[in-house]
């Protein structure tokens, strides 16, 4: 019992370590996370209401969630194609599109949410 424990706490350090190495390794990453940090200091100076963080906080997490599917795809890819194999690049071209629909429908999300605040601002 206690090892079963023991492991499921050490799936959360391989976890993190994951997390780490994405942010650490992945440019993207890095864009994507000052986004969202751009956006939360946006949406609380805009006073966003409940439901529109409720939005911003899914799709932020949808968009990272996703890099971190494309950068293991790559990783993956890389390994077992060490040379170019149109079906390698397939897979790597389509993980990084996965990122770009939901980073294309997070702009969308702010824009709808902050546009009409900013708006407001700039005519008052």
């Given at each position: 019992m206690f090892q079963a424990?023991?492991?499921?706490?050490c799936g959360f350090g391989y976890a993190f370590?994951?997390?780490?190495?994405?942010i650490r390794s992945q440019r993207n990453a890095q864009v994507h996370c000052l986004a969202v940090?751009?956006?939360?200091?946006?949406g609380w100076l805009l006073e966003i209401s409940a439901n529109e963080?409720?939005?911003?906080?899914?799709?932020?997490?949808?968009?990272?969630?996703?890099?971190a599917v494309n950068t293991a795809i790559e990783s993956v890819v890389d390994l077992v194609s060490?040379?170019?194999?149109?079906?390698?690049?397939?897979a790597k071209d389509v993980a990084a599109g996965?990122?770009?629909?939901?980073a294309i429908g997070a702009l969308l999300i702010a824009?709808?949410?902050?546009?009409?605040?900013?708006?407001?601002?700039?005519?008052?």
């Open positions: 424990i023991w492991k499921f706490i370590c994951g997390i780490w190495i994405l940090g751009v956006v939360a200091i946006t963080w409720l939005a911003v906080i899914l799709i932020s997490v949808v968009v990272l969630a996703l890099e060490p040379s170019y194999h149109p079906l390698a690049g397939r996965a990122v770009l629909i939901a824009a709808i949410i902050v546009w009409p605040r900013l708006a407001h601002l700039i005519a008052s």
